[in-house]
T-cell receptor
Framework: DAGVIQSPRHEVTEMGQEVTLRCKPISGHNSLFWYRQTMMRGLELLIYFNNNVPIDDSGMPEDRFSAKMPNASFSTLKIQPSEPRDSAVYFC??????????FGSGTRLTVV | AQTVTQSQPEMSVQEAETVTLSCTYDTSESNYYLFWYKQPPSRQMILVIRQEAYKQQNATENRFSVNFQKAAKSFSLKISDSQLGDTAMYFCAFKGQGAQKLVFGQGTRLTINP
């Protein structure tokens, strides 16, 4: 089992650019979550999917953020345009009807 | 809304000592799940231990055990015989039975000194 795979591990981009973060959940898991971690706000849930369908996106901070899950093995989180305050670690996690997630290694995003 | 509070931003102990990390939570639900996650410098979030609220017996995983006090809404983590590799941020988290969202505390930075 390769676990939850996120890419890239690090991303540095200029303000105004589009950023796409990628996630491959564990095979067979039916729920996928995107979290953001910052020093000030800790771990915040941005959005989660059940069976590829977005269920709760109330944590998405602005319209600049969007997430998709076109199939059971792939999800993206896109920020367009990016701003310096978007700098954070973005985690993807997946689960299968069992309380508790398996997290990916995260993407550290820096917007300069 | 549920909230999770970790009142110890930082802790430091000597190797081989026992350390206890505190966590309190607020909920009106009777059935729920509680978790402790470890985040070492590698950044990976690792599930350490899980407790179901309907179980009276405290969960244990090797050197890690919890003290779950449902009435007091308290969920502390005890690490016995601490090791250098236990150095990490530790997050307490809550999940309602009907929910899928994990609510995290702010974390406790634990340092194990040689």
């Amino acid at each position: 089992d390769a676990g939850v795979i996120q890419s890239p591990r690090h991303e540095v981009t200029e303000m105004g650019q589009e950023v796409t973060l990628r996630c491959k959940p564990i095979s067979g898991h039916n729920s996928l979550f995107w979290y953001r971690q910052t020093m000030m706000r800790g771990l915040e849930l941005l959005i989660y999917f059940n069976n590829n369908v977005p269920i709760d996106d109330s944590g998405m901070p602005e319209d600049r953020f969007s997430a998709k899950m076109p199939n059971a093995s792939f999800s993206t989180l896109k920020i367009q345009p990016s701003e310096p305050r978007d700098s954070a670690v973005y985690f993807c996690a997946s689960s299968f009807w069992v309380p508790g997630y398996t997290f990916g290694s995260g993407t550290r995003l820096t917007v300069v | 809304a549920q909230t999770v509070t970790q009142s110890q931003p930082e802790m430091s102990v000597q190797e081989a000592e026992t350390v206890t990390l505190s966590c309190t939570y607020d909920t009106s639900e009777s059935n729920y799940y509680l978790f402790w996650y470890k985040q070492p410098p590698s950044r990976q979030m690792i599930l350490v231990i899980r407790q179901e609220a309907y179980k009276q017996q405290n969960a244990t995983e090797n050197r890690f055990s919890v003290n779950f006090q449902k009435a007091a809404k308290s969920f502390s983590l005890k690490i016995s015989d601490s090791q250098l590799g236990d150095t990490a941020m530790y997050f307490c988290a809550f999940k309602g039975q009907g929910a899928q969202k994990l609510v995290f505390g702010q974390g406790t930075r634990l340092t194990i000194n040689p």
